[in-house]
């Protein structure tokens, strides 16, 4: 299961932004324009190709996703990842990320100013937006918006993390936006620019459609919601009013193909064999040894890149008896060999990973490769030993009558991951249980602590990832392990509330250090995550993850 996390695409970034913030608090108020933001002098919103190729207009883009959405309403939705990647097909944000210099630009905000004590954040809204059921985008659209995220009888769990930093919402005229913090809040500026989670409603398409509103979205982004074929897929058609695209894509107009369909495959080799016969287009999050053979096959295209997380961690539920006792929670981290899960897993395109910060995010603290549990299931049973955790006779541990059985909440994505893990705990004498369920229910299951132990991954772009996940005030959340601890509560508080990069990186260096020593999770790789795509498709971007087809034409 991965977290509901955005993902980003350079490391650079997070550094990038985190200077701009520190910048703009202590030198004053400052203003960024929306102005010719990262175009070349004279370049228009939609050039030609070089050799004057003039794209193809038409055609239909087709995308394989493993799961389907539980909803289109983003506020209502359980925190599937594909919430967010569908959503931002039809969604727009008031900021984006330049996917090459990694800075924060406007969007559908033309330029916003920042106070110097960090707490005032003023946007000049994009005049001539409009949602694709026709009403006008204004200030009051983000406000309307931002209210009902808030709002607890929308029920937005998974996405309140997103906003809970402001303290109030302002619209004094159609085109200002004025969002006060409660506190300097650093990763906030990254929050906003969430294209599926963070996109303007429009509360007219809400009053309409009621509670069928999450099967009848309506936004601002260059695809129009056309179907939805419960179990099979999703249908866009290009919205003709777009022109308002960032100015990071050569086509800032409606989109080139006529159609885009999402269609939900759940079983990789299902995938595969579709892109193949050419009845997909685009495959995401394709498994390494899936991936490899498709690197210099000319009818495709590989995109791939190392995880800006974690591509598969083991989460400790703190309400389950067995590990509240540390000793137990340490032996289960020296009990996994992370470089056999590598190759046996993910075919060895991937790293190990040494805490639950990569060294992709700001933050990472390196020696956290000297402080963290080595391979070692000899000291593991000596711990299992010392905490009164003995083998009964039939190999099992038992102590006061009770035998140490631990269920295990996974994905059939983490399939040969979690036997590898029943296996690997099974040499120490715990009996593990492995219960799979489709990504919806694990979801749900997640959230309510109906689990042991939990297979788990997250993408995100800044160490604030710690706050999410593991802050006590996310219980109910993200924060899967239901972990209450006040001392780390306090470090990844003042994480998010400190804008120096460099005093930020010492605070989750400590962090980090914290959460190895009390062994909360057991963090075992990062991946490299590959999308493949079709030749006849041209033009496919992935940008901060996001898959964006603005700039693709289709070659039949």
Same mark, same amino acid.
């Given at each position: 299961?991965?977290?509901?996390?955005?993902?980003i695409?350079?490391?650079a970034?997070?550094?990038?932004?985190s200077m701009?913030?520190a910048?703009?608090?202590?030198?004053?108020?400052?203003?960024?324009?929306?102005?010719?933001?990262?175009?070349?002098?004279?370049?228009?919103?939609?050039?030609?190709?070089?050799?004057?190729?003039?794209?193809?207009?038409?055609?239909?883009?087709?995308?394989?996703?493993?799961?389907?959405?539980?909803?289109?309403?983003?506020?209502k939705?359980?925190?599937?990842?594909?919430?967010?990647?569908?959503?931002?097909?039809?969604?727009?944000? @008031?900021?984006?990320?330049?996917?090459?210099?990694?800075?924060?630009?406007?969007?559908?905000?033309?330029?916003?100013?920042?106070?110097?004590?960090?707490?005032t /954040?003023?946007?000049?809204?994009?005049?001539?937006?409009?949602?694709?059921?026709?009403?006008?985008?204004?200030?009051?659209?983000?406000?309307l918006?931002?209210?009902?995220?808030?709002?607890p009888?929308?029920?937005?769990k998974?996405?309140?993390?997103?906003?809970?930093s402001?303290?109030?919402?302002?619209?004094?005229?159609?085109?200002?936006?004025?969002?006060?913090?409660?506190?300097p809040?650093?990763?906030?500026?990254?929050?906003?620019?969430?294209?599926?989670w963070?996109?303007?409603?429009?509360?007219?398409?809400?009053?309409?459609?009621g509670?069928?509103?999450?099967?009848?979205?309506?936004?601002?982004?260059?695809?129009k919601? $056309?179907?939805?074929?419960?179990?099979?897929?999703?249908?866009?058609?290009?919205?003709d009013?777009?022109? /308002?695209?960032?100015?990071?894509?050569?086509?800032?107009?409606?989109?080139?193909?006529?159609?885009?369909?999402?269609?939900?495959?759940?079983?990789?080799q299902? #995938?595969?064999?579709?892109?193949?016969?050419?009845?997909?287009?685009?495959?995401?999050?394709?498994?390494?040894?899936?991936?490899?053979?498709?690197?210099?096959?000319?009818?495709?295209?590989?995109?791939?890149?190392?995880? #800006?997380?974690?591509?598969f961690?083991?989460?400790?539920?703190?309400?389950?008896?067995?590990?509240?006792?540390?000793?137990?929670?340490?032996?289960?981290?020296?009990?996994?060999?992370?470089? $056999?899960?590598?190759?046996?897993?993910?075919?060895?395109?991937?790293?190990?990973a040494?805490?639950?910060?990569?060294?992709?995010?700001?933050?990472?603290?390196?020696?956290?490769?000297?402080?963290?549990?080595?391979?070692?299931?000899?000291?593991? !049973?000596?711990?299992?030993?010392?905490?009164? /955790?003995?083998?009964?006779g039939?190999?099992?541990?038992?102590?006061?009558?009770?035998?140490?059985?631990?269920?295990?909440?996974?994905?059939?994505?983490?399939?040969?991951?979690?036997?590898?893990?029943?296996?690997?705990?099974?040499?120490?004498?715990?009996?593990?249980?492995? !219960?799979?369920?489709? $990504?919806a229910?694990?979801? #749900?299951?997640?959230?309510n602590?109906?689990?042991? @132990?939990?297979?788990?991954?997250?993408?995100?772009?800044?160490?604030?990832?710690?706050?999410?996940?593991?802050?006590?005030?996310?219980?109910?959340?993200?924060?899967?392990?239901?972990? !209450?601890?006040?001392?780390?509560?306090?470090?990844?508080?003042k994480?998010?509330?400190?804008?120096?990069?460099e $005093? #930020?990186?010492?605070?989750?260096?400590?962090?980090?250090?914290?959460?190895?020593?009390?062994?909360?999770?057991v963090?075992?790789?990062?991946? !490299?995550?590959?999308?493949?795509?079709?030749?006849?498709?041209k033009?496919?971007?992935?940008?901060?993850?996001?898959?964006?087809?603005?700039?693709?034409?289709?070659?039949?």
């Amino acid at each position: 299961m991965r977290r509901v996390i955005w993902k980003i695409r350079t490391g650079a970034f997070v550094v990038t932004v985190s200077m701009l913030m520190a910048l703009v608090i202590g030198c004053g108020s400052q203003t960024t324009s929306g102005d010719n933001i990262g175009r070349q002098p004279n370049q228009s919103s939609n050039p030609t190709p070089p050799g004057n190729v003039v794209p193809k207009k038409g055609g239909t883009i087709t995308v394989a996703l493993k799961s389907e959405p539980d909803t289109l309403d983003i506020h209502k939705s359980s925190g599937l990842t594909v919430v967010d990647e569908i959503g931002s097909f039809i969604g727009g944000a @008031l900021v984006t990320i330049d996917p090459v210099s990694g800075e924060v630009k406007p969007s559908l905000a033309e330029s916003y100013t920042i106070s110097p004590d960090g707490k005032t /954040w003023t946007f000049k809204i994009r005049s001539g937006v409009t949602f694709h059921d026709g009403t006008k985008l204004t200030a009051k659209s983000f406000t309307l918006t931002y209210e009902r995220l808030l709002d607890p009888q929308t029920g937005s769990k998974s996405t309140q993390f997103l906003v809970e930093s402001i303290k109030s919402i302002r619209a004094p005229d159609d085109q200002t936006l004025i969002l006060e913090l409660k506190e300097p809040n650093a990763p906030q500026l990254l929050n906003l620019a969430f294209t599926g989670w963070m996109q303007p409603m429009s509360m007219d398409a809400i009053a309409k459609y009621g509670n069928e509103y999450g099967r009848n979205p309506v936004g601002v982004g260059p695809w129009k919601f $056309a179907s939805w074929e419960p179990g099979e897929s999703i249908s866009f058609v290009r919205n003709d009013a777009y022109q /308002w695209g960032d100015a990071t894509l050569q086509n800032q107009g409606p989109p080139r193909a006529d159609k885009l369909v999402i269609k939900f495959i759940a079983d990789q080799q299902t #995938r595969m064999a579709a892109l193949e016969s050419g009845s997909i287009d685009v495959v995401k999050d394709v498994p390494a040894k899936d991936a490899v053979r498709f690197r210099n096959n000319p009818k495709y295209q590989l995109i791939e890149q190392l995880n #800006r997380g974690m591509g598969f961690d083991l989460i400790m539920n703190m309400n389950s008896e067995a590990l509240q006792d540390i000793q137990v929670r340490k032996a289960i981290n020296l009990a996994v060999n992370k470089e $056999a899960m590598i190759r046996a897993a993910i075919n060895g395109e991937g790293i190990v990973a040494h805490s639950m910060l990569p060294p992709t995010i700001l933050g990472y603290d390196k020696a956290a490769e000297s402080y963290d549990y080595q391979y070692n299931p000899g000291e593991a !049973k000596k711990l299992l030993d010392e905490a009164g /955790w003995k083998v009964n006779g039939e190999g099992i541990r038992e102590k006061n009558g009770k035998i140490l059985a631990l269920t295990l909440l996974s994905t059939i994505t983490f399939g040969k991951e979690s036997q590898l893990l029943q296996s690997m705990l099974g040499e120490l004498g715990i009996k593990l249980s492995i !219960k799979t369920l489709e $990504a919806a229910a694990v979801a #749900r299951a997640a959230v309510n602590g109906e689990f042991d @132990l939990f297979t788990d991954s997250y993408t995100y772009m800044d160490p604030d990832i710690l706050y999410i996940c593991f802050h006590s005030s996310q219980i109910g959340g993200y924060n899967y392990a239901r972990l !209450k601890d006040e001392k780390l509560d306090e470090l990844v508080a003042k994480g998010r509330a400190t804008i120096d990069p460099e $005093a #930020r990186k010492n605070i989750y260096a400590d962090a980090q250090k914290y959460m190895s020593e009390q062994a909360y999770v057991v963090p075992i790789y990062v991946d !490299k995550q590959f999308t493949v795509i079709n030749s006849r498709v041209k033009g496919v971007k992935k940008v901060n993850e996001y898959l964006i087809f603005n700039d693709s034409s289709v070659e039949e």
